[in-house]
């Protein structure tokens, strides 16, 4: 079945980083732009960062560009996210996410479950 | 960016009841729009997209409906698992925001 698994998430302090993995399974990874999206405690989503499938095209949300990195191995099925800089402010729930088959207008179909960041000092 | 308002932020509603959440977009975004269920401890899961298209395994009791810069989603009739935080999100343009949720409490 369809699966993203992420890792890579613990407690670090301010202005440390941390590098966030996804793992993908069930489908042809290499076809798909995959996306970054964070929860913080008791708050809303917050979309942050996209990569196209063929890696070409990135975005990031403006709370987190120029410290965070999204790249993707289309070899290992994997997706990864370098946090740089990380700040109080940066802690949530990190999720990894699918864009759906339709395209652009599908949203995101898939989603893992969910690693925790935590930035204290 | 555009920003997405939902409202309203909480909602209290019965079993059975006909429930409707609003989301208004700061500019036109087409019908560039997804909504999104989520349970706590849980990830979301994709309900509409393309404002009114129902994704696959999403009973009909949702809705979605509106283009340009407000939309709606609709629960027919409410059921016990229906009781969530919903999401709107914009796929119009980066950054793709979503709105502050709404959360569907029981009565």
């Known amino acids: 079945q369809v699966q993203l698994v992420e890792s890579g998430g613990g407690v670090v302090q301010p202005g440390r980083s941390l590098r966030l993995s996804c793992a993908a399974s069930?489908?042809?990874?290499?076809?798909?732009?995959m996306h970054w999206v964070r929860q913080a405690p008791g708050k809303g989503l917050e979309w942050v960062a996209v990569?196209?499938?063929?890696?070409?095209?990135?975005y990031y949300a403006d709370s987190v560009k120029g410290r965070f990195t999204i790249s993707r191995d289309n070899s290992k099925n994997t997706l990864y996210v370098q946090m740089n800089s990380l700040r109080a402010e940066d802690t949530a729930v990190y999720y990894c996410?699918?864009?759906?088959?339709?395209?652009?207008?599908?949203?995101?179909?898939?989603w893992g479950q969910g690693t925790t960041v935590t930035v204290t000092s | 960016d555009i920003q997405l308002t939902q409202s309203p932020s909480f909602l209290s509603a019965s079993v059975g009841d006909r429930v409707t959440i609003t989301c208004r977009a700061s500019?036109?975004?087409?019908?560039?729009l997804a909504w999104y269920q989520q349970k706590p401890g849980k990830a979301p899961n994709l309900l509409i997209y393309a404002a009114s298209a129902l994704h696959s395994g999403v009973p009909s009791r949702f809705s979605g409906s509106g283009s340009g810069t407000e939309f709606t989603l609709t629960i027919s009739s409410l059921q016990p698992e229906d009781f969530a935080t919903y999401y709107c999100?914009?796929?119009?343009?980066?950054?793709?925001?979503f709105g502050q949720g709404t959360k569907v409490e029981i009565k």
């Open positions: 996410a699918k864009n759906s088959v339709v395209g652009v207008a599908g949203g995101v179909d898939v």
């Open positions: 990569i196209s499938y063929d890696k070409i095209n990135k």
């Open positions: 999100q914009q796929l119009n343009s980066y950054p793709r925001t």
């Open positions: 069930g489908f042809t990874f290499s076809d798909y732009d």
């Open positions: 500019q036109g975004i087409s019908s560039y």
